[in-house]
């Protein structure tokens, strides 16, 4: 996991599905990304609103490997940062094998800590048809494995750019797998 590091940053401050690639980001502790619809405390996704508005937004940052975009433009699909409005664009680490409670520290301040993994939606498909079997899949024993990123609550603010490195620090053990969140 040496050298991992961010790609790409991207918000948007009107619930998209995909956000526009920007120079920095700035992560409040708490909350998310600055500026980002899915700012909050609770929950701000709007299939989520509907259900529970009280939730706690366990979902502040979406964050994606790159290496997903690499197999996805293998199976003849052109996606790139921002395009499944992920917040922060990933290379050089293994984010869906992370366990839950996974701190990443981004940049020299912030520290982001993952709760679960992103459970991808039609809209996935709305964006390019076909594209939701490319991110959610089956493994030998038939367990649903999904392969859109993972979601993070923040720790510490801090200010995020293209170029920054990605530091791991593994919760305790036992490791709890993620789950969708």
């Given at each position: 996991m040496s050298h991992a590091t961010v790609i790409a940053v991207s918000t948007d401050?009107?619930?998209?599905?995909?956000?526009?690639?920007?120079s920095s980001i700035r992560l409040l502790a708490g909350l998310g990304v600055e500026g980002d619809a899915h700012l909050g405390v609770t929950v701000q996704h709007l299939s989520r609103i509907?259900?529970?508005?009280?939730?706690?937004n366990l979902r502040q940052v979406?964050?994606?490997h790159a290496e997903l975009f690499d197999e996805l433009r293998a199976a003849g699909y052109a996606v790139?940062?921002?395009?499944?409005g992920e917040n922060?664009?990933?290379?050089?680490?293994?984010?869906?094998?992370?366990?839950?409670?996974?701190r990443l520290r981004l940049g020299p301040e912030a520290v982001v800590e993952i709760t679960g993994l992103r459970n991808p939606c039609r809209q996935i498909d709305r964006f390019r048809a076909g594209l939701l079997k490319q991110v959610i899949g089956?493994?030998?024993?038939?367990?649903?494995?999904?392969?859109?990123?993972?979601?993070?609550?923040?720790?510490?603010?801090?200010?995020?750019?293209p170029g920054d490195p990605i530091a791991v620090e593994l919760p305790a053990p036992p490791h709890r797998p993620l789950e969708k969140v």
């Open positions: 401050t009107d619930h998209r599905f995909s956000k526009p690639n920007r509907a259900q529970d508005p009280a939730q706690p979406h964050l994606i790139t940062p921002g395009d499944l922060v664009t990933t290379r050089g680490i293994d984010l869906l094998g992370l366990p839950a409670g996974t089956r493994d030998e024993s038939g367990a649903v494995v999904r392969k859109a990123g993972v979601m993070g609550i923040v720790l510490a603010p801090g200010t995020l750019r």
